[in-house]
């Protein structure tokens, strides 16, 4: 079966979810550094609202499977679309701490439901020799997505109000998705699930561009016969290795979080900004760098991944993240500035004097709770505690914060943070980001998109999504805090050992699929061996995946 452009074009529409999902979560490393000024938000406040993203999300991936799986994976593309439009419709016209976190959790909401959606669409509509390709597709996607977002927080930078047009930008982009979605077809294996075999006949035929799909729809159908009676219980029982197969899911996505690639995502400006990039602008336009080789790197894991393989691309990207990391610390341990200055560093005097025409709209509970911040203990206690040149690089940052120019700040910048240093660790980060581009952003969705029987896939997906976002919230919740704490060379050091972890449980336990079918690698992953013998199954010759007929594999398991 072919990859027409009719399938391409349908999971091109698909994955605009991608996009949108990227520049909603690249968006905010620009934005929070405008809003914690205008808004005067404390490093905790600044952490909610980067969290509040995730509380959204964390709450659709814990229901949105049910509704993939019960009322369709286009549906819920179109339902997310809308979602996003009505958020950012709520976060434009307003100028609130509380508006702000509202707006940010039905965002959440809608880039959960369309990212889980998403996968299982395209997986669902494309042939086996270009699933790969098309499910990464909409990985490509989400980091163009993010690489728009930091041009639009270079853009906007210097802007009055800038993040509001930011937030504005995505409005016509997610109705207009919402509009194609509902011209395109259903996913076949869902209406075969819906025992609704004419239209899941005449769908693959327009898909494949053919006149006669009944082979592809035969197999479909026998590989559905018993599993659209999947319960979500069963995800944890022996029957057909699903307790094994959402233990690898879920252990995949627990990697994907805590090797630390959404910190430096949400909070890429603020990062580089404690390493020497002092004002907004270059800040945003150093982290716009961080979006391009997301890019450039994953354009290439796309195009081979069909070719190559998603298990030796995971292999690849984990090996060189720990050695970019191992870099990044080391650099930083040698930058004696203290992180979480660049957050703290935007007082309330600094907010009354960049932005008097914001007083009007301060209400007395937010001026006291201002003054209250200013003289609490432990604020009195951090700033008592700085050394000397920590202190003139907390100045320096209010400085850079309110826009100041002044040649004292560009003599300290260059003083206080060597420009090999700035630049080595520039440099680490993009390897960094490169390698995750690689290796576990696409790839970790494209084997969860194949793992799973058609019949639960999405209340599956839709679990190991949860535990994603979750770890997620928690992670980015602690950030500033734990970076506060231990410093950035020590946080750098831990996500090492996850990177490593991560490359010895992808050789041990993830299976190669590249060329096989849904219903070849669920039938394989089925056997009692994959859980008795899971080294031996995953290190066997490539020839035992070679696509066989059907009757054949049934008749195997039979015995």
Not at 131 to 142: D, K
Not at 429 to 447: E, H, K, Q, T
Request: aromatic share 8%; glycine share 8%; hydrophobic share 45%.
């Amino acid at each position: 079966s072919g990859c027409g452009t009719f399938t391409f074009l349908s999971s091109a529409v698909a994955a605009v979810s991608g996009l949108l999902m990227g520049y909603e979560l690249g968006l905010i490393s620009g934005a929070l550094l405008q809003m914690s000024s205008i808004l005067a938000l404390s490093c905790k406040e600044q952490e909610i609202v980067v969290s509040s993203l995730l509380f959204g999300a964390l709450f659709a991936s814990l229901t949105g499977g049910f509704l993939i799986d019960r009322f369709g994976r286009r549906l819920a593309i179109i339902i997310a679309s809308s979602l996003l439009v009505l958020g950012s419709l709520i976060l434009v016209p307003y100028e609130s701490y509380g508006i702000l976190i509202v707006g940010r959790i039905a965002i959440g909401i809608s880039i959960s439901l369309s990212s889980i959606a998403t996968c299982v669409y395209i997986a669902e509509i494309a042939p086996q020799h270009r699933r790969g390709l098309l499910v990464s597709l909409n990985e490509l996607m989400i980091v163009i997505g993010i690489l728009f977002a930091y041009i639009s927080n270079y853009a906007f930078a210097s802007v009055s109000h800038g993040w509001k047009y930011m937030f504005g930008l995505v409005i016509p982009l997610g109705a207009l998705q919402a509009i194609a979605m509902y011209f395109l077809p259903p996913s076949p294996r869902f209406l075969v699930m819906k025992n609704n075999d004419e239209a899941a006949r005449k769908v693959l035929e327009r898909l494949r561009e053919t006149s006669d799909a009944t082979k592809e729809l035969t197999v479909i159908k026998s590989s559905l016969k018993d599993e659209h009676q999947y319960s979500f219980l069963d995800l944890f029982c022996s029957k057909n290795n699903m307790r094994t197969r959402m233990l690898v899911g879920l252990t995949l996505v627990f990697f994907v979080q805590t090797t630390g690639q959404p910190n430096i995502l949400f909070y890429a400006s603020t990062v580089l900004k404690s390493v020497g990039f002092q004002s907004n602008e270059a800040a945003s336009l150093a982290s716009t760098g961080v979006g391009v080789i997301k890019v450039v790197s994953t354009v290439p894991a796309t195009v081979f991944v069909d070719q190559v393989g998603s298990k030796t691309f995971l292999c690849i990207g984990s090996s060189v993240m720990a050695v970019s990391l191992v870099a990044m610390g080391l650099v930083n341990r040698n930058i004696h500035v203290n992180f979480t200055n660049v957050c703290r560093s935007q007082s309330p005097e600094d907010f009354f004097l960049q932005r008097p025409r914001n007083l009007t709209g301060v209400t007395n509970g937010s001026l006291k709770d201002l003054f209250a911040s200013m003289a609490s203990p432990e604020r009195l206690s951090f700033d008592a505690q700085r050394s000397p040149d920590v202190a003139r690089t907390g100045e320096l940052n209010r400085t850079a914060l309110a826009g100041g120019k002044s040649t004292t700040g560009s003599h300290m910048e260059s003083g206080e943070v060597p420009v090999v240093l700035k630049w080595l660790s520039l440099a680490s980060l993009l390897v960094y980001v490169a390698a995750f581009s690689i290796g576990l952003g696409p790839m970790s969705w494209l084997v969860l998109s194949e793992i799973f029987p058609g019949g639960i896939r999405g209340r599956a997906m839709a679990l190991t999504s949860s535990m994603n976002w979750g770890i997620n919230l928690l992670i980015s919740l602690t950030f500033l805090t734990v970076t506060e704490l231990i410093g950035l060379s020590w946080v750098c050091f831990i996500y090492t050992i996850m990177s490593l972890a991560s490359l010895a449980f992808v050789i041990v336990f993830i299976p190669e699929t590249k060329g096989c079918s849904l219903e070849q690698i669920s039938m394989e992953l089925a056997k009692q061996k994959y859980v008795k013998t899971p080294l031996c199954w995953v290190s066997q010759r490539r020839e035992k995946l070679v696509p066989v007929e059907l009757a054949k594999r049934e008749k195997e398991q039979l015995y």
